[in-house]
């Protein structure tokens, strides 16, 4: 299994585009997991969306790309608000599959409240929910991690 850890990438230009010629066509052959380590700053979750993004264009993946990149940044929030120190970050393929965990350094989810129509937050992990194909948690005394994964069509055309 391919295994590396990555500093942050830089912003993409907002010039790219996702291409979808036979040169953009998903990795699928290898299992890949890539490692980030962030702080515990509301800065990280826009880190962690470009380093996922990062990822997504190393596995010449743009099926779900959007979705990824919102789960992402709703985990992260997450992290970032209710747990303690730094926010680790993993994305793992292992086709056809694709998985996004984020640990922190928080014991246990809390308990979980359903949002009014007026309510400015609340909403995130139900948005994994049911844009994931599973998701799921796991934890220890001493930190949590919150985890997605989605079945990628790489045959998917991008919109």
Known sequence: MDTRTYRIPPAR??????????????????????TVELPGAAASVSHGRRFVDSVLDELRLEAQRDEIVLM????????????????????????????????DQGAGMGRRTTPTAFSTSGRGLRLVEQLATRCGTRGSATETTVWFALLIDPCQPTD
């Open 13 to 34: 230009a907002s010039s790219e585009s996702p291409l979808t010629t036979p040169e953009r066509a998903p990795a699928l052959v290898a299992p890949i997991v890539r």
């Open 72 to 103: 992402t940044s709703e985990l992260l929030t997450n992290g970032v608000l209710h747990g303690r120190g730094s926010v680790g970050l993993v994305v793992s393929w292992l086709a056809p599959f694709l998985e996004v965990a984020v640990t």
